[in-house]
């Protein structure tokens, strides 16, 4: 089941936070990332910590991410993957390295903000509890090819896998752990976000939805819109449709738990 946010909903301060956000090359982006995380989560939460996933990255990405960690030592940590595992799996380092019951993530590019996630926890705290919340973005920030091609992606997610999302994709989500216990994911590219929420809700689990501010990218180049990338995610879209309909179970059973071994 997925539902819409009510109106004038109020952040709610929750009792322990992992936020997380890969970051492939993104050394112009990852200090003030951490610093506005620093700055933001202790209105969110009693409790958090916050978790750089440096995904392969060639400049300093990773030397910066070490220095934050080494100058926060009981909040931030970092996690590096070598060689890159690309966007999935660094979101998969971040769910596995995550320690606390809910579990949050922004991408490493600031087009979304850390305070913003506090729409989520007070979607989340409303009478019907969900156990995902996920960010819709309220004006896209984006080139019209990038707008275009999530319609369409929207669009085949709805009518192939019944998932009725507004924004698959937003990187602006939230979760209980206890949603994730027993889902696996096997997808390691850009539909790794489509897979997850496709398997919450094969799962049973709920779903609801908040609308959260966009931004454009300042600093950095990014991937998304790649060719390799695009056809991966297609590639990874029909495998998980085409096994779902020859053998639902079997198929739930396929990939890596998201919470790790």
């Not at 997380?20 to 995380?37: D, G, M, Q, W, Y």
């Not at 009725?164 to 990187?171: E, G, K, M, Q």
Request: aromatic share 8%; net charge positive; glycine share 8%.
């Amino acid at each position: 089941m997925i539902t819409a946010a009510a109106p004038g909903a109020i952040p709610a301060r929750v009792p322990r936070l992992s936020y997380f956000f890969p970051a492939h090359n993104e050394e112009a982006n990852i200090e003030a990332l951490v610093a506005e995380a620093l700055d933001a989560l202790p209105t969110l939460a009693e409790t958090f910590e916050i978790i750089a996933v440096n995904d392969g990255s060639k400049d300093r990405t990773g030397e910066i991410a070490d220095r934050l960690a080494a100058e926060h030592p009981d909040i931030v940590r970092a996690v590096h993957l070598r060689p890159n595992r690309g966007y999935g799996g660094a979101l998969r380092a971040g769910f596995e390295a995550s320690r606390y019951e809910l579990l949050a993530f922004t991408d490493g590019d600031r087009q979304f903000r850390v305070a913003d996630i506090g729409r989520l926890t007070a979607r989340m705290a409303q009478a019907d509890n969900p156990d995902v919340v996920v960010g819709y973005r309220i004006k896209r920030a984006d080139p019209l090819v990038r707008v275009l091609y999530a319609r369409t992606y929207k669009l085949a997610n709805r009518i192939f896998f019944g998932l009725r999302v507004t924004d698959v994709d937003c990187a602006c989500k939230l979760f209980h752990r206890a949603a994730l216990e027993g889902v696996r994911v096997e997808s390691g590219g850009a539909f790794f976000s489509a897979e997850l929420l496709n398997r919450i809700r094969q799962a049973g689990r709920s779903i609801a939805e908040v609308g959260v501010p966009h931004y454009a990218r300042v600093a950095g180049s990014p991937t998304g819109a790649k060719p390799a990338v695009v056809w991966r995610a297609v590639r990874d879209f029909w495998l998980l449709r085409l096994r779902l309909w020859a053998n639902r179970d079997r198929a739930m059973k396929r990939g890596r738990p998201i919470l790790g071994e």
